[in-house]
């Protein structure tokens, strides 16, 4: 089937989970008028400058959620989803109009989304600790629930090689507390696994993070970045994204520190073309919250600023040259002079 067959999904999927145009405010009028360039766009390191569109603004698309999380960009729609984890929905904002509507309620708090090579829906599901996959008619198929006999914790991001294989983490803060999912027991470590949707073989991939959170393969997919938020044990212990070489595309070695995050903490991760890491920061003040662009040599280049604390981000729109940034209770956007890693 061709990825184009999504945009027939997407319309059943309309149907199957009530889309109601209109039932959520989108247009979120800007108090005052941005001054060009935007000062919440800061270049720390001239090789910043390229990316930085200075007739382009920080948009605040949509507010009203409790915890935005796992945009995904659904190109041959026109349109993102991203969940909304403790209102237990995803929401669709359509590129078109600016309308958001609910794609998905109950969602099993969902939290990262992607798509899969061939343009299917993949999604983390905190509730039912589970990753599934919604097929071209609608429907969602379990891709896995469990690892050698025991519960997955709640799986919470994820990332398709070009060979189809799944990477997802599963730190448990779905089951942490009831807040986003239901307080449970952890029956599995911390790990980042690699499953095979065809054959359905999982293998740990990476145990040596307390947290494994946000993770991103770079352009040439030789390198996996992935980040752990965990909070540190001790007030110097640092707070990082570590990077591993990618051996035969099916395992992990060499891991070491990409970049400390500390006083804050990164969430989710993408590369884009050339490589460079742009990361949801927060959790440090205002100064703090919002994106951190990383060249690939570890150097903190730019900074994206957001007046709320930033956990996901995608790249997308009609030219993949648009920054879609989930941050607290909003759905953020700015247009970049790069593109995102094609993921599907």
Known sequence: MQRRTFVSMATGATMAFALKPGVLASEQEPEHPVPYPDPAVEVVDPRFAKYHIISAAVERLFTGARWTEGPVWIGDGGYLIFSDIPNNRMLRWLEETGEVTVFRSPSNYSNGNSRDRVGRLLTCEHDTRRVTRTE????VSVLMDSFQGKKLNAPNDLVVHSDGAIWFSDPGYGIMSNYEGHKAAFELPANVYRLDPTTRMATVVASDLEKPNGLCFSPD????????????????????????????????????????????????????????????????????????VFAPDGTLIGKIHLP???????????????????????LYALYVGTEGVRMA
């Open 136 to 139: 071209y008619d609608g429907t």
């Open 221 to 292: 997919e030789k390198l996996l970045y992935i980040v752990d938020s965990a909070v540190p044990k001790h007030p110097d212990a640092p707070i990082p994204i570590r990077v591993y070489d990618v051996v035969d595309g099916a395992r992990l070695t060499n891991g070491r520190m990409f970049v400390n995050m500390s006083p804050g903490t990164s969430d989710g991760i993408r590369c884009d073309v050339d490589g460079n890491v742009w990361s949801a920061a927060g959790w440090a003040g205002k100064d703090f919250n919002g994106v951190h």
């Open 308 to 330: 709320e604390t930033c956990a996901n981000l995608c790249f997308g729109g009609t030219k993949r040259n648009r920054l879609f940034m989930t941050a607290s209770q909003s």
